[in-house]
């Protein structure tokens, strides 16, 4: 009797969820699904939730990854209608795979690295040269993540500045290789690791952690890209999505979160 | 009977109402065979031979048995006695440790991951009294065993608790009669009527950590030759490179295979002997 009770109750409350939902009966509720780079995490929440509340009945729903894990899921059949990645590899295999129109994908932000230490500093860093000191626990993107990736290459120019074997020695300090660059946030944000290296835009929220700069001459920029799929299920919100983006309060909202947008 | 007979037995009289049973059943066996032959079939049309010998298949491989080989015997080890005090010693809270033991079977392996490094990690709650004696577990292969051993050494100390507690009583009154301690009561009456049960915990416990993948990932991190175990390389080098992720899998689902049959005719034996 208690069961029927409790399921008649739970009947009710979802009955209520849904009508919760619907507020406005002449509205169709669609989804938008954006695949995104675990880097845009913030940003791109932002911009959905600002998207939501200007079109009444759509919910944007967003898959936060590796570029590279995006792009296999991409490649085996996932649904999506808009991809934004964080390095123009992953565009252009889409491209090559038909996936993406070879004109549909644009450069909408460009981002740079440093290095983050954790509070307190346990292991004494002062300057990038002091990574490749022994014992240093560093963590990495792995080298499929473009963030791993510009990271390898940073470090390899700066071997013309602390001479030759300097990025060897750095690479192998690393204890571990993440799947996506939060993940090297996190490890580095919860003390386990030495020093980490990162996108700017990442310690833009990371109270507590401290960076050490890498000179422009040494570093990057890493050019991300966005495209609507060929066989994006709602192309129109698609297209209106990549508007937003680009519109100024879009670029506004990449800014804050420490990004360098396209369209200042 | 063999349920798979009386499954497949051929069609009768009522043979309207088997379809209720039958069809059932084959979706779900579908969903179960399907994604194997899958990769049985494009791993063999990808190379298996080639990938499976690659340097990151073997290192990855290697790590694993030695981790996964590493934790089986520290659970039994360690997991023999306790199932021993579940089995045969009466004391308050015994109902609450056995919920304790338990649990890590249930908990999803994130969780299971997070918590190590919240007490084990270089800030965790344990984890800096380590520290200060010099020892820092995250990113390091104790730190993979450890993981394997949380989440799949209970499931030796329930079949080691099962076997331990089916012996007759009156047996170990004997003993005691004779003069046998503890020691004596496991090693010489315990261990060789309950090895069955010990060997079959022994199998489930090996599979689970060959298997261990998310509290690996959290605690130990994922570095090649260090941490990075079967699961990891298959999830992590899918996009480098499906063809070592496939063999891999294969060789996972082989190894899991050849343990599951031998705890199959474990069990069988177990059943005619005390039928």
């Known amino acids: 009797m208690r069961t029927a009770s409790a399921l008649v109750l739970l009947a009710a409350l979802l009955l209520a969820g849904c009508a919760a939902a619907r507020p406005d009966p002449e509205i169709q509720p669609r989804a938008l699904t954006v695949f995104a780079a675990a880097s845009l995490t913030d940003a791109f929440t932002q911009i959905g939730a600002e998207f939501e509340s200007t079109h009444p009945g759509v919910t944007v729903v967003f898959n936060f990854a590796g570029s590279q894990a995006l792009r296999t899921q991409l490649e ?21 795979a038909g996936l993406v129109a070879p004109d549909a994908a644009q450069t909408f932000l460009t981002n740079r690295l440093l290095a983050i230490l954790p509070a307190g500093n346990p292991a004494g860093i002062e300057t990038l040269q002091d990574l490749a000191r022994p014992g240093v626990k560093l963590v990495l993107a792995a080298e499929e993540v473009p963030a791993g990736k510009y990271a390898r290459r940073v470090l390899e120019n700066l071997d013309s500045l602390y001479g030759p074997g300097y990025a060897q020695a750095v690479l192998s300090n690393a204890v571990s290789l993440e799947e996506n660059v939060r993940l090297v946030l996190t490890k580095v944000e919860l003390g386990e690791a030495d020093a980490g290296i990162v996108y700017v835009s990442d310690v833009v929220n990371a109270p507590g952690l401290s960076s050490l700069p890498i000179p422009d001459e040494y570093n990057l920029t890493a050019t991300y890209p966005i495209a609507a799929l060929a066989a994006a299920p709602e192309p129109d919100l698609a297209a209106e999505f990549l508007a937003a983006v680009f519109s100024p309060r879009g670029q506004a909202v990449l800014q804050a979160w420490g990004f360098t947008p396209v369209r200042p | 009977m063999n349920p798979l007979h009386a499954f497949f037995r051929p069609a009768q009289g009522k043979s309207r109402s088997d379809w209720l049973f039958v069809l059932p059943s084959l979706i779900l066996l579908a969903l179960f065979g399907l994604p194997l032959l899958a990769i049985l079939w494009r791993s063999l049309g990808d190379g298996f031979f080639q990938h499976a010998f690659e340097p990151a298949a073997l290192a990855a491989l290697r790590l694993s048995l030695l981790a996964s080989s590493l934790s089986t015997l520290l659970s039994v080890a360690a997991g023999m006695p306790l199932a021993y005090i579940l089995a045969h010693w009466k004391f308050r809270g015994k109902t609450a440790l056995e919920l304790l033991v338990d649990l890590p079977v249930v908990l999803p392996p994130s969780v299971a991951g997070l918590a190590l490094l919240i007490a084990f990690g270089r800030q965790g709650i344990f ?138 005719r474990l069990e069988k034996k177990n059943r005619s002997l005390t039928a």
Request: proline fraction near 4%.
């Open chain 2, 127 to 264: 984890g800096r009294g380590l520290a200060l004696l010099g020892i820092q577990l995250p990113f390091t292969t104790a730190a993979v065993v450890l993981a394997q051993i949380f989440v799949a050494a209970p499931l030796f100390v329930r079949s080691a608790r099962t076997g331990f507690s089916e012996i007759d009583p009156q047996l170990e009154e004997a003993a005691y009669v004779e003069g046998a301690g503890d020691v004596q009561l496991l090693w010489h009456v315990m261990l060789p009527m309950a090895w069955r049960s010990l060997l079959a915990g022994v199998i489930l416990t090996w599979t689970r950590t060959l298997g261990e993948f998310g509290a690996t990932i959290l605690f130990a991190g994922n570095l090649p030759g260090r941490t990075q175990t079967m699961p990891l390389a298959i999830y992590l080098g899918l996009e480098r490179d499906l063809g070592v992720a496939l063999a891999l899998s294969m060789l996972l689902v082989f190894v899991s295979l050849v343990l599951l049959g031998t705890l199959r």
């Open chain 1, 76 to 96: 085996q059949g996932a649904a999506a209608d808009v991809f934004a990645s964080a390095s123009q590899a992953e565009m252009e295999a889409l491209i090559a």
